[in-house]
């Protein structure tokens, strides 16, 4: 059975940092690409970055709010994903879910965590 | 940043079939992904690759695309369907979206 389970989140200061993570089992890591998306709650899916699996060249991409304050990265070897967030603001305020999907797009591998609350308040 | 266009509610009686169109230029060269997400619960993926349904998914759940525009259809909705929907699709290579989301009631 696949699971993906966050960690990590909480309360912080804007301006502040986090790191959540997110421990992966029951499939193949290392080779799956793997997502970040956030929900402000009461609103809609955000896509905020992926990161592609090492044989793919293990680079990263990310949505315009989060660029350059968000970095994304992988230990294969723990079977772990892990957001970190820098400079936070109050629209950072979020569940933050870890998202694996079949990276062509042709057949329905896709599994989802519960997701973990950050927000970011003084 | 790029949008793709969903209708913010929908609502129809238990039998009827609901339709929500998902719609962006980029649809027309990618394909789609749509979600149901009940309150506080993840999402779960209904449709993928525009028109193909998961195991498990009930048969009244279909996905069907027209040029730039994608239609989730539920035939004969039932009370358990009512939730929020999202399509989501590949805006490049590097960058993916949401599409912001429909209210589905069923009443």
């Known amino acids: 059975e696949v699971q993906l389970v966050e960690s990590g989140g909480g309360l912080v200061k804007p301006g502040g940092s986090l790191r959540l993570s997110c421990a992966a089992s029951?499939?193949?890591?290392?080779?799956?690409?793997m997502n970040w998306v956030r929900q402000t709650p009461g609103k809609g899916l955000e896509w905020v970055g992926r990161?592609?699996?090492?044989?793919?060249?293990?680079?990263?991409d990310y949505a315009g709010p989060v660029k350059g304050r968000f970095t994304i990265s992988r230990d294969d070897s723990k079977k772990t994903l892990y957001l970190q967030m820098n400079t936070l603001k109050t629209e950072d305020t979020a569940f933050y879910y870890c998202?694996?999907?079949?990276?062509?797009?042709?057949?329905?591998?896709?599994?989802w965590g519960q997701g973990t609350l950050v927000t970011v308040s003084s | 940043s790029y949008e793709l266009t969903q209708p913010s509610s929908v609502s129809v009686s238990p039998g009827q079939t609901a339709r929500i169109t998902c719609s962006g230029d980029?649809?027309?060269?990618?394909?789609v992904r749509w979600f149901q997400q009940k309150p506080g619960q993840a999402p779960v993926l209904v449709i993928y690759?525009?028109?193909e349904r998961p195991s498990g998914i009930p048969e009244r759940f279909s996905g069907s695309s027209s040029g730039s525009t994608v239609t989730l259809t539920i035939s004969g909705a039932q009370f358990e369907d009512e939730a929020d929907y999202y399509c989501?699709?590949?805006?490049?290579?590097?960058?993916?979206?949401f599409g912001g989301g429909t209210k589905l009631t069923v009443l």
């Open positions: 998202y694996t999907e079949d990276s062509s797009g042709w057949y329905e591998f896709d599994h």
């Open positions: 029951g499939f193949n890591f290392s080779d799956a690409w």
């Open positions: 990161i592609k699996s090492k044989t793919d060249g293990g680079t990263t």
């Open positions: 980029v649809l027309a060269e990618k394909y």
């Open positions: 690759k525009d028109t």
């Open positions: 989501y699709s590949a805006v490049d290579n590097n960058n993916k979206v």
